[in-house]
Nanobody, 122 residues
Framework: VQLQASGGGLVQAGGSLRLSCAAS??????MAWFRHAPGKEREFVAAFRWSNNRPYYGDSVRGRFTISRDNAKNTVYLQMNSLRPEDTAVYSCAAGNTILSTTSDARAYASWGQGTLVTVSS
């Protein structure tokens, strides 16, 4: 599976951005976003599981970010609102077959897209 991410950029604190991740085919049950900031560990941001048709969010973004999908386009979107400087990171999308307990575990995802940089200025 090939994943193509897009939508990163520079935004002021309080602003919004939308990331997209398009898959070449849908042979997986989950798609997710992770982020990696300099000096920090990779962090789970959000995921969508087709098996139960539900979104999942990391604690630091819940209530601000929304993950959605377009089944016809094999694409997931990450709408990021109320952005903060601490959201600055390289965001990567991933696809895999996860069970509920592994949805936020990067090791459960077999396919990864290239990262897209999100920079939030204060």
């Amino acid at each position: 599976v090939q994943l193509q991410a897009s939508g990163g950029g520079l935004v002021q604190a309080g602003g919004s951005l939308r990331l997209s991740c398009a898959a070449s085919e849908r042979t997986f049950t989950s798609m997710a976003w992770f982020r990696h900031a300099p000096g920090k560990e990779r962090e789970f941001v959000a995921a969508f599981r087709w098996s139960n048709n539900r979104p999942y969010y990391g604690d630091s973004v819940r209530g601000r970010f929304t993950i959605s999908r377009d089944n016809a386009k094999n694409t997931v979107y990450l709408q990021m609102n109320s952005l903060r400087p601490e959201d600055t990171a390289v965001y990567s999308c991933a696809a895999g077959n996860t069970i509920l307990s592994t949805t936020s575990d990067a090791r459960a995802y077999a396919s990864w897209g290239q990262g897209t940089l999100v920079t939030v200025s204060s």
